[in-house]
């Protein structure tokens, strides 16, 4: 079979798949109207499916989908592909005939992008699957924007079991790559990502009056300047790790000292021992200091998503079929980077690897993911397309 042409007489349906995601997003968990999209292709193209999958609360209906094609020998390999469909509370500035439709939201991370690449790949594998071998699970999963991560909501409702794929795949979109190009990294790609709420506590007063309060703003900025020390002086500079705080409030005017300042930041490693340890450390240096100054702090630290680990035999196949598949010299290794993806919870399951496609052309299409002017330039569809079903097909 010829996987490009087959990929190139469908493109322009493909490009229509993503034109009705974009123009419809849905915020993370509330993806019904996505996934009632999804499920109706599916079942146009008689592929078999589960869906209500990876609700927040056990015993609801989540928006998550299931698809499982079975090619010949279904039993010789299992594998699975994910895509995410989540959007965010973005307002969109881009002036596209499939602007978004719903004020305040927008694809602005390209999860329609890799939704329809699935899609695509679901059609062309399933109308082609006596020219392949083994079973291939499809993932449509809602909520990777939000904590706890969809991702490990659908482990939870068992989409890793009977039957458990050898491997798992996932692609994402990368304006700074241009298009044609496929981007992957073997080993530690990406950080754990995980939230950090504190509540500094004192005692208000009048501003002119400071030696009658325990002033939490004092506290806080101390607080905030000290606790950088937790990552220089006890994280090997070898390992790389980054602690910011994003969000400070306290007070209601410039003469009146409050009782308490919430504050927002993030803690991201590549380490799960180092992480275990800082977070450990964070909370007790908290507290202490806070104390030391007259005060307290209350501090929580949820566990957000694990670092993201790509196997290296895994992604060295992946490597071998984008060579294959876009040519050696557009098949490029990718930098470390900070940010996280939950599909780090599958890796963690599985051995799996999140690879990217570029989706830049000709110095347009560049803005970064999470900005209210990012798109992509469509063609980008069709190399997703074809990466997932070459995967799909050619993965032993």
Known sequence: MDLKKLVADNLEE???????????????????????FIANKLTSWNIDFTRGLG????????????????????????IALRADMDALPITELNEVSYKSKNIGVMHACGHDVHATCLLGAAKILQQNKDNWEGTIKMIFQPGEEKHPGGASLLIRDKVLENPKPQAIFALHVYPHLPYGNVGYRAGQYMASADEIYITVKGKGGHAALPHQTVDPIIISANLLVSLQQIISRNCNPL???????????????????PSEVKIEGTLRCMDE??????????????VELCRALGGDADIEI?????SLYNHPEVTAKVKSIAENTVGKENTVELDLRMAAEDFSFYTHEVPGCFFRIGTSFEDKFTHPVHNA????????????VEMFCAIGMGFK
């Not at 609360?57 to 299992?78: F, M, R, V, Y």
């Not at 390992?239 to 000292?257: C, D, E, T, W, Y």
């Open 273 to 286: 021992a180092w992480r275990s340890k800082a977070h450990e450390l964070i909370k007790k240096h908290t």
């Open 14 to 36: 493909f490009i229509s798949f993503r034109h009705h995601i974009h123009s419809n997003p849905e915020l993370s968990f509330q993806e019904k109207n996505t996934a009632d």
């Open 55 to 78: 609700a927040l609360e056990p015993g609801e209906n989540g928006n998550g989908i299931l698809a499982i094609i079975k090619g010949k020998n279904p039993d010789s390999k299992i």
């Open 302 to 306: 949820p566990m957000g998503y694990p």
């Open 239 to 257: 390992q790389p790790s980054v602690l910011s705080f994003g969000k400070i409030q306290g007070g209601n005017a410039g003469n009146v000292i």
């Open 373 to 384: 002017q990012f798109d992509i330039y469509d063609q980008a569809i069709g190399v997703g």
